[in-house]
């Protein structure tokens, strides 16, 4: 489904029955809303669940320019808005977490409890470099041109080796974003910080990284910023911890919600 925020147009799912806690789950740049497949199986007997594509991805609006953190967060609490959601949990992984993160620094009374995966807790210039980089070679070669190397970066050596469904997956997802999408989000990851504000967040956070993810020291900065929070590690998993170590995720996830 589509629904209007005001300036775009958003794609979002619902599941579960109308009676349930509200859980909401933010993707990571370059895929969509079927990232969380797994896991919205196993929960929405328990909760009722809205998953949406992040501007520029999956079947939402993909205008051009650069995006930021802000304005990512700013579509999730008018997607609420517009939904009638008035409390929820909040999942998201890499820009997905930054995106909740922020949306709860910025709106703690609309939060039950919050899960931020992988994802650091500032920009630096050479992160920076690497996300201009990206853009030019999207721009010049479309998104056929950095999926290979994405796919290296996110997952570990023993997932690649193997050959594991979950890479043709996820290389489709990268694949089907548009590029005016991909490079809007990445121009937000060059200049980012999340940590103003982090000391006085009140709500129930749960701080989650793959433990071979590139990010899991800023992930864990993060939690050492944040009261009220605890930090874990996924075993056997790299950046996209949800889809590698499936088990395991919804295991730590569960028991905190």
């Known amino acids: 489904m589509r629904t209007n925020i005001g300036t775009i147009e958003l794609n979002y799912l619902v599941n579960g029955e109308a009676d349930l806690p509200w859980l909401v789950f933010s993707n990571s740049v370059a895929t969509d809303l079927t990232m969380w497949n797994e896991q ?3 929960l929405k007997n328990r909760f009722q669940i809205l998953r ?29 808005d517009t939904l009638g959601i008035q409390r929820a949990s909040l999942v ?6 930054m995106t909740v993160l922020t949306m709860a620094k ?6 039950d409890k919050l899960v931020v995966c992988d994802c650091g807790p500032t920009s630096n210039p050479r992160a920076a470099q ?3 980089e990206r853009i030019e070679k999207v721009s010049a070669g479309g998104m056929d041109s950095i999926v290979e190397e994405t796919i290296e970066r996110w997952f ?9 469904p979950i890479l043709n997956r996820v290389a489709a997802m990268i694949r089907n974003t548009p590029v005016s999408g991909f490079t809007g989000s990445a121009y937000a990851l060059t200049k980012f910080d999340l940590l103003p504000g982090l000391e006085r967040l009140p709500v129930p956070t749960l701080f989650i990284a793959g433990e ?8 864990r900065i993060l939690s050492e910023k944040a009261p009220n929070s605890r930090f874990v590690t996924i075993p056997r998993a790299g950046h996209l911890c949800n889809l590698e170590n499936s088990e395991d995720f919804l295991s730590v996830l569960t028991e905190f919600l």
């Open 92 to 97: 998201g992984i890499s820009i997905g977490g």
């Open 130 to 132: 690497q996300w201009m």
């Open 52 to 80: 949406y594509d992040q501007r520029g991805h999956g079947l939402s609006d993909a205008p051009t320019g650069r995006y930021s953190i802000d304005m990512h967060a700013e579509d999730l609490i008018n997607l609420l």
């Open 156 to 164: 570990t050596k023993e997932t690649l080796a193997k050959d594991s």
């Open 212 to 219: 071979h993810d590139a990010v899991v020291d800023g992930t």
């Open 40 to 42: 919205v199986e196993q």
């Open 106 to 111: 910025k709106h703690p009374e609309r939060v």
